[in-house]
């Protein structure tokens, strides 16, 4: 029985000759998931860029994760997009994909108070009177 080190690792082989890229695909897929993950920003980055944030203090900021640039929305989800808030808050359809410098809130990622204070910031940008809202 050969032992540990007298065996190829799976990189180390030779690639078989023929049309098959099976091999360099599996290897590609191995260095995504070898790659640190990039930690998700938070409205405190993006709050210059954002009427509905100027309000808010900066502790409440930190509690705001974004949804990534190229995320899919989970269908029925609630989210709030800060470049839009006449739309205030809307359910996702399940097709819809987070585009680079979209910036949108998932109501699943933050607190019900913070959530009150975003839908109410998005009133005082839009002019709207505020409503009750329920949690």
Known sequence: ???ASDVAKYDERPV????SHRWEVLMA???????PRRDRRTALEVR???RVLHDLGAEKLRQ???????ARLTRRSEYLDLHDPAR???RALGDEVVRPGQRLVARSE???????ALLDGCDRVV????LPRSA
């Open 1 to 3: 029985m050969p032992y």
């Open 64 to 70: 705001i994760p974004l949804v990534s640039d190229g």
């Open 29 to 35: 897929v191995d260095e995504q998931a070898e790659r």
């Open 16 to 19: 078989p000759r023929g049309t």
């Open 110 to 116: 933050v607190s019900a108070e913070v959530w009150r």
């Open 48 to 50: 210059h860029e954002h």
């Open 88 to 90: 205030a808050d809307f």
């Open 127 to 130: 002019g709207r009177r505020s």
